[in-house]
């Protein structure tokens, strides 16, 4: 039994790690499986809240093992089946009539019904960076670096990349990342709003696990999970449909428990206990 990917649970936070750095984390068909088992675990696991993905060693992830280009080409790069039905899923629901093998792996994070952390140390390239960006808040160390590097492969945008990333950083830099297959450094990743902090090192799991425990112990799990289906469901949209789409959502909480401990634990001045409800 491989430990390609180690999973740790404390205090309503899930830490995920690539655990491959001799590869500096790049994802193999062994790997990949083991990854979708996890992230499936801990996104229906109740006592996770939040989940942090970070990578071990000096990358968070170099992308698709080149090693096992046959591989690659054979499974189109590894993917998972739908998780199972009833769980509110952002992406995967729009997703339910295709086939498995376009419901990669690279963008499970935002499938999740719960917060996905990037803590990006050092390398992120190629599907690492669809990785990341298919989370849904990215945290950077001051050594870490970014690029698609597909065109530089003779591939193309992979995992919805071309999807996600101008959603994040704009049409204009998403271009520039996608079609150039440059480096950028955390700071410039940070200039243009790929990353929301830059940190030391040896500071940026801590920080990224403190600012997940942060919702995990005073943000109700039912918000956080129609938060980010909203965002989601909002690329598609109409204004008009994403003001609809608000309104009901703000209606169905108006009587939910969670809205109830909500105004209660303020009142009362003390620490919430959402139940997710």
């Not at 046959?70 to 998972?80: H, I, M, N, R």
């Given at each position: 039994?491989?430990?390609?990917?180690?999973?740790?649970?404390?205090?309503?936070?899930?830490?995920?790690?690539?655990?491959?750095?001799?590869?500096?984390?790049?994802?193999?068909?062994?790997?990949?499986?083991?990854?979708?088992?996890?992230?499936?675990?801990?996104?229906?696991?109740?006592?996770?809240?939040?989940?942090?993905?970070?990578?071990?060693?000096?990358?968070?992830?170099?992308?698709?093992?080149?090693?096992?280009?046959?591989?690659?080409?054979?499974?189109?790069?590894?993917?998972?089946?739908?998780?199972?039905?009833?769980?509110?899923?952002?992406?995967?629901?729009?997703?339910?009539d295709s086939p498995p093998e376009h419901r990669s792996r690279y963008i499970i994070p935002s499938a999740l019904p719960k917060p996905v952390i990037a803590a990006v140390n050092g390398a992120c390239?190629?599907?690492?960076?669809?990785?990341?960006?298919?989370?849904?808040?990215?945290?950077?160390?001051?050594?870490?670096?970014?690029?698609?590097?597909?065109?530089?492969?003779?591939?193309?945008?992979?995992?919805g990349l071309a999807f996600t990333l101008p959603a994040i950083v704009g049409q204009g830099a998403a271009a520039d990342i996608l079609l150039s297959g440059r480096r950028l450094s955390a700071h410039?990743?940070?200039?243009?709003?790929?990353?929301?902090?830059?940190?030391?090192?040896?500071?940026?799991?801590?920080?990224?696990?403190?600012?997940?425990?942060?919702?995990?112990?005073?943000?109700?799990?039912?918000?956080?999970?129609?938060?980010?289906?909203?965002?989601?469901?909002?690329?598609?949209?109409?204004?008009?449909?994403?003001?609809?789409?608000?309104?009901?959502?703000?209606?169905?909480?108006?009587?939910?428990?969670?809205?109830?401990?909500?105004?209660?634990?303020?009142?009362?001045?003390?620490?919430?206990?959402?139940?997710?409800?």
């Amino acid at each position: 039994m491989n430990d390609f990917v180690q999973c740790e649970i404390s205090e309503g936070v899930a830490v995920v790690t690539l655990n491959r750095p001799e590869r500096l984390n790049a994802i193999g068909p062994a790997m990949g499986d083991l990854f979708d088992r996890t992230m499936v675990q801990v996104g229906l696991d109740d006592a996770v809240k939040v989940v942090v993905l970070t990578g071990s060693g000096r990358g968070f992830c170099a992308g698709a093992d080149m090693e096992r280009l046959d591989d690659l080409a054979a499974t189109a790069g590894g993917s998972f089946e739908r998780l199972p039905p009833g769980s509110p899923h952002p992406v995967f629901d729009a997703l339910a009539d295709s086939p498995p093998e376009h419901r990669s792996r690279y963008i499970i994070p935002s499938a999740l019904p719960k917060p996905v952390i990037a803590a990006v140390n050092g390398a992120c390239a190629g599907v690492g960076l669809s990785l990341a960006a298919s989370c849904d808040v990215r945290f950077a160390s001051t050594d870490a670096l970014f690029t698609a590097g597909f065109p530089r492969r003779g591939l193309t945008a992979e995992a919805g990349l071309a999807f996600t990333l101008p959603a994040i950083v704009g049409q204009g830099a998403a271009a520039d990342i996608l079609l150039s297959g440059r480096r950028l450094s955390a700071h410039e990743a940070l200039r243009i709003g790929l990353v929301s902090v830059v940190l030391e090192p040896a500071d940026l799991l801590a920080h990224a696990v403190d600012y997940a425990r942060d919702i995990a112990e005073n943000v109700s799990p039912r918000s956080t999970r129609v938060i980010k289906r909203q965002l989601w469901k909002a690329r598609s949209e109409t204004f008009a449909e994403a003001l609809t789409t608000a309104y009901e959502e703000v209606v169905a909480s108006l009587e939910s428990e969670d809205f109830k401990e909500g105004v209660a634990h303020f009142r009362e001045r003390r620490k919430p206990v959402f139940v997710g409800r």
